[in-house]
């Protein structure tokens, strides 16, 4: 599955499949018996309201985001299960739901974990019905028979933004997990005598290495010498008290005239819900890193891939520059222009925690401020 490539004149009974889907989703009219032009069209129109890479080709990202679109609440009863979690879009309006009526679900991310269990036996129990921690019939209609309680803003959005004010403006004892990209099939490439495994985890060091003099506990999700998967990364951040993640990549492309920096935050345009935290940290960094260097600015983007939606803290994915554009690569092949992306993601990370009085304008923040100000040691 995780090598799963299908796109236009593929056939089979995956392809079948997800004909079939994208007919239940109202994205495609026709039924034909392989991949044409209409089915990747239609593919990429779902890839782009799901907050998928958009190419028109189904990978094993895709095709488990439209299974999980194809369930509605009300098609089935949904449950905690001890081996594989229930996902789908059943369960992110649930949790949806959940979370209007000030149950605390966390995250919106259609898997119905231990969190969503208890706040489903919490919901019954306020309404009356057996708590047996199972969505099903009669929860269902119970549901369905409730409006929106909450008023003056998302909950989950509340909650999140006041978790992050209560943690204050100080680094000392912030705990921060680093991703460098550990390669991949379309990373990890040499490009212009550059390496993306390499640069991301010297930047990662760099960046380290300034946050544990600040008072930062930092911790690394892979070393120089293993490559553990995306799951394990995701595992790794999960397991620990973390205030935020930060994910370093390095992009490339077929034409080379691609070129310039992007930053990634948890957001989905079907449900309706972004992580506040991870935007506003996704602004910051992308401003910051284009006001100290020359890299084209390509903006902040909501995205639903795993690493984003699934870690439980905020978190963030830079794509730092293109390795198949010469301009880019020499940028990072440079020691001194790592060490600017260093200082620029400290500022950020800081820029995060500080009230908006205490800010600065983006690019005129340095340490030295910070420590004169008496947030620094």
């Avoid at 095709?63 to 449950?79: I, M, Q």
């Avoid at 100080?170 to 099939?185: E, H, R, T, Y």
């Avoid at 993306?196 to 946050?211: C, T």
């Avoid at 293109?322 to 260093?342: C, E, H, K, M, S």
Wanted: glycine share 10%.
């Amino acid at each position: 599955m995780e090598d799963l490539s299908i796109g236009k004149g593929d056939g089979g009974d995956v392809a079948i499949q997800i004909i079939d889907i994208l007919n239940r989703l109202g994205l495609l009219t026709t039924q034909p018996i392989s991949i044409d032009e209409s089915v990747e069209n239609a593919v990429r129109a779902f890839q782009q309201s799901r907050g998928l890479t958009v190419n028109g080709v189904v990978n094993s990202v895709t095709l488990r985001a439209l299974e999980e679109a194809r369930w509605k609440l009300g098609d089935r009863s949904l449950y905690l299960q001890s081996a594989l979690l229930m996902r789908g879009d059943d369960v992110a309006t649930l949790q949806g739901r959940l979370t209007d009526m000030g149950f605390n679900c966390g995250r919106v991310d259609g898997v119905f974990g231990p969190r969503t269990e208890s706040s489903v036996r919490e919901f019954q129990q306020s309404v009356g019905v057996m708590v047996d921690g199972k969505c099903g019939p009669a929860t269902i209609t119970a549901l369905i028979r409730l409006t929106r309680t909450v008023s003056g803003g998302t909950p989950s959005i509340l909650r999140e933004s006041a978790m992050q004010k209560n943690r204050g403006p100080a680094l000392a004892n912030k705990v921060i997990v680093l991703d460098p990209s550990c390669g991949g099939a379309n990373h990890g490439i040499c490009a212009h005598n550059v390496e993306e495994s390499e640069i991301v985890y010297d930047i990662a060091q760099r960046l380290e290495g300034r946050l544990l003099a600040l008072g930062v506990s930092v911790f690394l999700t892979r070393g120089v010498n293993n490559s553990p998967s995306e799951a394990e990364r995701i595992a790794f951040a999960n397991e620990t008290n973390v205030d935020l993640i930060v994910s370093f990549h390095a992009d490339r492309y077929v034409n080379e005239n691609a070129h310039g920096v992007a930053t990634y935050f948890y957001g989905s345009q079907a449900h309706g819900i972004h992580s506040v935290v991870g935007e506003r940290f996704a602004s910051l960094v992308q401003r910051e890193i284009c006001a100290r260097t020359d890299l084209l600015n390509c903006r902040t983007h909501a995205k639903t891939w795993d690493l984003l939606r699934l870690t439980k803290a905020p978190t963030v994915q830079i794509d730092l520059g293109y390795l198949t554009n010469p301009g880019d690569a020499q940028r990072l092949g440079r020691p001194d222009f790592r060490d600017v992306i260093a200082e620029s993601l400290v500022i950020a990370i800081q820029r995060l925690y500080l009230a908006s009085e205490d800010d600065a304008k983006t690019g005129t923040l340095r340490i030295a401020d910070l420590r004169k100000a008496g947030i620094r040691r």
